[in-house]
């Protein structure tokens, strides 16, 4: 590549010189190709260790005067190839014109200019690339990475850094790279050289440790193997980079979706140095995740900046230290100390954003006021005119919105749970009467409990008025906090919720601290038009929301009714309709059916997507992963802080099976629903800490009896007995039997716990739990949750292919890896098909996983038996459509597994009969048989029947199969009809089962070959004999019996016209045997074609081999063939440019049978279909593929290095 000139004052320190003339010299650097000996070894070792750029650049070209003692380095080049190319350009175009300046000076100067002109007009071109965003040095780690482990230039670098790696006791220095899809490492130090490259997608734990022997280092475990890295600069820098590009790894094995760079960030004002485009946008990504999860916002929102400030409390008359964050929707605060206080301001709440006078007690203050005459004063802020900027930019991009909080969306929870109906017109109802969800439907405006409450009399008794004080309590923290979005967040807020919220108030907080009311407000209408598009269609969720329905919390009087179940069918069916990646899972329904008795069906659906979305990550796709992670995560919580206990439970199995209910209904299914409502009012505000929190303590209750169990029934009777007697005596309403209660049975009832002291005693015991904890080891569990679902799935494959295949599991499973590991490559390198389209979670693990034809002919060329030279890449192509059933342009591991153990594990019959399948359509596409589909048309003018073989195998093999059962049951038909007998049903499902019954191949099914299809065939035998010891009699014999089956086919082409039109036989045919040369001589030109083709692009020494091969090949096939007047006819045949068409004989054919008995008259033929071969040198060629690759190119920059001296 060209480079900015840069001065050298030793031009000769490091580098050898190979080429000069007066004003240019190309240098290689020293030890570079040819070893260079100690010499070569010390400054290989130098350029990694200080990361010289010469390590990717060996080649440089430098600008030399004779006056002068600076050189300048003008090109640079990571090949002989790409520095020749430069070198030939400058001696083309610059040296004669250079050469009749008179002063050194004007050389140089002009040759400076034309080298940054150049550089310029490459620089235009590439405008708007992505590497233009980084840095020159970036850029050139991000090639050395490429060259250095043979990476495509879809893979970008993320960052690099400077490190040790272990390598059994000793640690090798160099550098590690870490790109979007693979950790890489390089050290070379004295000639000893180490490479490692390892997928993300193979990574099964990160940690993060300091010990004695690996002081600060970083440990990658994959499934076979540990790596470890130490001697950071900044350690914890580097393991986020990785926790980070592992989590996305893992998200590709999930969604099976490439990682996309974020192309709307905002550029930054300067270069940084040595950080790229990629790091900054998984730096912000960490951050928008941080700030979405801290503040409940939806997943678009995007921080576009912090900044510390303090927050004037009028409640408390007092200033709180905290942040102050914006983004494109929100202005939110947080204190430093936790639970202090935490606010949130709408843009679209917005009214004034002003600045308030400075102070020496306020100093730049900035008030801002909503539309519900709320105001908040920050102070303290270093740049407060840019903030205020900012936030004005923001407020132009907000809709304004005609809601406010003081309009019926802010109060909508408050305006139900009081019992007041919301302002909706009646004309309306009649307006959207035909939709299946209209604001004139109950549950449009009412939870379902104040459907059924609104006619009960008022109570009167204690617990009655509990709950009103509770209400009096809430409506007082309004008044002095705020209600709706706007409201601050104190430590008084959270007691107000562990002790309880009042049934009235209950859908409005839910919404509030859940983050559902904001999404709710921006997307008006939305749930409407969802149930009108979701209501009637079909779909496997569909079937499983119906069957659930009438399980959803059936002894609650709510769903004992259509309007309960209906409101249920319409949120469940919607959210469906919505995310089909998550569509329906058990468990949801239960949830849901919660949130409709205290919510309108609207805020329900916000309130589900909420929790599926956001709060329970991935809980409720198809393998239920976030459950299965935060499972691993309270087995570790157990192990922390109540060790005695989880190695007991451990040794029963109890955790995983108890721990997964809990989490996937928030304890609703095995806990009283008036005490489990409790839970989940926790839950909205604090997260799933609080779960993990009253799991922990229902097991600390339970430590001594949960000890002395001794099997793992016994311990789940103890749970379910005391989970079953949590009560709340708080509550209003009348106790809803617990269909677990009601069904265990037992001796003594246990004492009642108080769900309040449970929830007390796990605040006490456990509270000192932290989000960041919790979310640092689900990353941990994540790991290994994706993982054991992987290798299940793997297991599961090869358990099914056992009986479908000959290859051993060892080898199925290295197979699978393979197949995977090609799917997921095109995933993030580009394909002609998209992830999705190839990934379908819905199908069985067998045809889960897809390749398309470039995919499936790498796969082919490298674990193929029959290796066919230029011709592999046709074949593949060929088995490629004879696999691809359902004609969709992809291959399933099934399928594949089909073709390559028919190749493998075969008899001589299923090998060669595959062999010819694959010369037949729809293998054989239409370009390969052109001349075939012209015979087609050309027997369709005459005799329409015969050419049903040759234009559709497939109608020729019904049409035997129909005529051939009318034969056999002609007589049962027949006397059927004299019965006149009417069949049952039975009769029926035994056709119907019959059709349905997969009929096995025979060889007499096989179509016919014509004379095109059967050169073809030859040309592919050919190839696949080039590497063969036995390669010329392997010829001789291909040439006899292709000799053997022309003249069977000019047989049976007179018998077939002998029979049919006598008076059409053409001359050449009523010609005797010995006058067959036609057809012989075609087929001799046609090998002669096929082992020619191939050999054009190949190098001279490889040419000469192959014309000694043609030569004596042409003898054998000569004398076998005994066409002493072959030569006259190839003239005509290959000499013109007629095509082959004109020439062949389209009344020639043979079947699969004549094959077969000609090549069992050659033991040559017989004994290469009959060896037996291992894939298992093939399997471990295709894995090292990379290292031998590195070192193939190594190789050969060190022969063109020879070559050139």
Not at 727 to 754: M, R
Not at 806 to 815: D, G, R
Not at 953 to 968: C, R
């Amino acid at each position: 590549m060209w480079i900015h000139p840069e001065e050298v004052l030793l031009a000769g320190a490091l580098w050898v010189s190979e080429r000069a003339n007066p004003f240019f010299v190309l240098q290689r650097r020293r030890g570079h190709g040819r070893g260079g000996g100690l010499s070569g070894l010390l400054v290989g070792t130098l350029d990694v260790v200080l990361d010289s750029s010469a390590r990717v650049a060996p080649y440089r070209i430098l600008l030399q005067t004779a006056d002068s003692q600076v050189y300048w380095n003008i090109a640079c080049g990571s090949s002989r190839k790409e520095i020749t190319e430069h070198w030939d350009w400058l001696e083309a175009n610059l040296l004669q014109t250079i050469s009749i300046f008179d002063n050194d000076e004007d050389v140089i100067t002009f040759v400076k200019g034309k080298i940054s002109g150049i550089i310029a007009e490459e620089n235009r071109e590439k405008q708007g690339e992505e590497q233009e965003e980084d840095c020159g040095k970036f850029r050139e780690a991000e090639l050395k990475m490429r060259r250095l482990f043979r990476m495509p230039d879809e893979e970008k670098l993320v960052n690099y850094y400077s490190c040790s790696y272990w390598k059994g006791r000793v640690p090798r220095q160099g550098w590690l790279y870490l790109s979007v899809n693979h950790l890489c490492f390089y050290s070379f130090l004295l000639g000893k050289e180490v490479s490692l490259v390892v997928q993300w997608t193979e990574v099964t734990q990160l940690e993060k440790n300091a010990t004695l022997v690996f002081p600060g280092s970083i440990c990658v475990s994959t499934r076979h193997t540990e790596h470890f890295f130490s001697m950071f600069l900044n350690i914890s820098d580097t393991f986020k980079l990785m926790e980070q590009l592992a989590n996305i790894a893992m998200r590709q094995l999930l969604d099976n979706e490439a990682f996309a760079a974020d192309r709307s960030l905002p550029k930054p004002c300067k270069t940084l140095k040595n950080v790229s485009a990629l790091k900054r946008d998984l730096d912000a990504r960490a951050k928008n995740e941080q700030y979405r999860s801290m503040f409940r916002l939806t997943q678009d929102e995007r921080l576009d900046g912090h900044t510390d400030c303090t927050l004037w409390m009028p409640f408390a008359k007092m200033h709180v230290v905290g942040q102050l964050f914006i983004s494109n929707n929100y202005i939110c605060f947080n204190s430093r100390e936790d639970d202090l206080c935490q606010l949130i301001i709408p843009l679209r709440e917005v009214s004034i954003v002003e600045k308030a006078d400075s102070s020496s007690v306020l100093p730049c203050p900035v008030s801002i006021s909503t539309k519900n005459k709320m105001n908040f004063l920050f102070a303290n802020l270093k740049d407060r005119d840019f903030l205020v900027q900012r936030i004005s930019d923001f407020l132009q991009r907000t809709p304004d919105s005609s809601w406010g909080d003081t309009s019926p969306l802010s109060l909508i929870g408050h305006s139900a749970s009081s019992g007041v109906p919301s302002s909706l017109s009646a004309g309306s109802e009649s307006v959207h009467r035909g939709r299946h969800y209209h604001p004139g439907l109950p549950t449009a405006s009412w939870g379902l409990l104040q459907l059924y409450h609104q006619d009960a009399q008022e109570d009167l008794g204690p617990k009655a008025m509990k709950e009103k004080m509770k209400e009096e309590a809430w409506n007082i923290h309004f008044s002095e906090f705020g209600r709706g979005v706007c409201m601050y967040r104190t430590s008084r807020t959270r007691e107000l919720i562990l002790n309880g919220i009042p049934e009235r108030l209950r859908g409005e907080l839910w919404l509030l601290f859940s983050g559902a009311q904001n999404e709710m407000a921006t997307h008006p209408g939305y749930y409407g038009d969802l149930v009108e598009q979701a209501m009637g269609l079909c779909s496997l969720a569909t079937e499983e929301i119906e069957r659930d329905l009438h399980r959803s919390m059936p002894e609650h009087r709510a769903f004992q009714n259509e309007t309960g179940i209906a409101a249920l069918r319409r949120v469940l069916t919607a959210y469906a309709h919505r995310n089909p990646g998550i569509g329906y899972c058990q468990a949801m329904n239960i949830v849901t059916s919660v949130l409709l008795l205290y919510c309108t069906e609207e805020e329900a659906f916000w309130l589900l997507v909420a929790l599926c979305e956001r709060m329970l990550p991935d809980y409720y796709n198809t393998r239920v992963v976030g459950a299965l992670v935060d499972q691993g995560v309270f087995e570790d919580l157990t192990r922390a802080f109540l060790p005695q206990l989880y190695e007991h439970m451990q040794e029963l199995g109890v955790i995983s099976t108890i721990s997964l209910s809990w989490f996937l209904t928030l304890f609703l299914s095995v806990m009283p629903f008036d005490s489990a409502v409790l839970l989940v009012d926790c839950f909205f505000y604090e997260g799933i800490k609080v779960i993990f929190q009253v799991a922990l303590a229902v097991l600390h209750d339970n430590i001594d009896t949960l000890l002395s169990c001794n099997d793992e029934g016994e311990a789940m009777t103890i749970l379910g007995r005391y989970l079953d007697n949590v009560v709340n005596k708080q509550t209003v309403a009348s106790p809803i039997p617990h269909l677990h209660a009601l069904l265990t049975s037992g001796d003594g009832l246990p004492p009642e716990i108080d769900v309040f002291d449970l929830i007390k005693s796990s605040y006490e015991k456990f509270g000192s739990l932290h989000s960041d904890v919790i979310e640092q080891m689900r990353f941990k569990q994540r790991l290994k949750v994706i993982q054991s679902l992987e290798d299940t799935a793997k297991r599961s494959v090869v358990r099914a292919m056992m009986t479908e295949s000959a290859f051993s599991i060892e080898e199925l499973e290295e197979l699978y890896c393979l197949f995977k590991s090609k799917h997921m490559t095109s995933c993030y390198w580009g394909s002609s098909s998209s992830a999705a389209e190839r990934h379908d979670p819905s199908l069985p693990y067998l045809e889960q996983y897809r390749i398309d034809p470039a995919q499936f002919t790498q796969l082919f060329a490298a674990l193929a038996p029959w290796t066919c030279g230029g011709h592999t890449q046709t074949l593949s192509a060929r088995l490629f459509r004879l696999l691809d059933q359902n004609q969709d342009g992809l291959v399933n591991f099934k399928e594949f597994i089909t073709g390559l153990s028919g190749m493998y594990h075969g008899d001589m019959t299923e090998k060669l009969k595959m062999l010819y399948k694959l010369h037949l359509p729809p293998a054989l596409c239409p370009e390969e048989a052109e001349s075939a589909l012209e015979a087609t048309h050309f027997f369709t003018e005459d005799e329409p029947q015969e050419s049903s073989f040759l234009s559709d195998p497939d109608i020729l093999q019904q049409q035997e199969v129909t005529s051939g059962e009318e034969g056999k049951d002609g007589s049962g038909d027949s006397e059927e009809k004299k019965e006149e007998k009417v069949r049952d049903y039975k009769y029926y499902l035994r056709m119907w089962a019959k059709e349905k019954e997969p009929k096995k191949e025979t060889i007499k099914d096989l179509p016919r070959m014509n004379q095109e299809q059967f050169i073809e065939l030859c040309k592919t035998l050919y190839n696949m004999f080039s590497e063969e010891p036995l390669e010329q009699q392997l010829y001789h014999s291909i040439a006899t019996v292709a000799s053997l089956l022309l003249r069977i086919g000019e047989v049976g082409k007179k018998f077939n016209n002998g029979n049919k039109k006598p008076d059409t036989l053409t001359p050449q045919t009523e010609a005797g045997p010995g006058e067959g040369g036609s057809g012989d001589s075609q087929m001799c030109q046609a090998l002669a074609d096929a082992q020619l083709e191939p050999a054009a692009p190949q190098t001279s020494d490889e040419e000469t081999k192959d014309d000694t091969s043609v030569s004596s090949y042409s003898v054998v096939s000569s004398g076998s063939l005994q066409c002493e007047d072959i030569a006259d006819d190839t003239v005509l045949i290959g000499g013109g440019k007629q095509r082959r068409a004109s020439v062949l004989d389209v009344d020639w054919s043979i079947t699969f049978e004549q094959v077969l008995a000609s090549l069992l008259t050659e033991p040559p033929l017989v004994d290469y279909f009959e060896k037996k071969r291992d894939i298992q040198n093939k399997m471990a060629t295709c894995k090292a593929q990379r290292a031998l690759e590195r070192q193939i190119s190594s190789a050969s920059d060190h022969e063109l290095t020879q070559h050139s001296i």
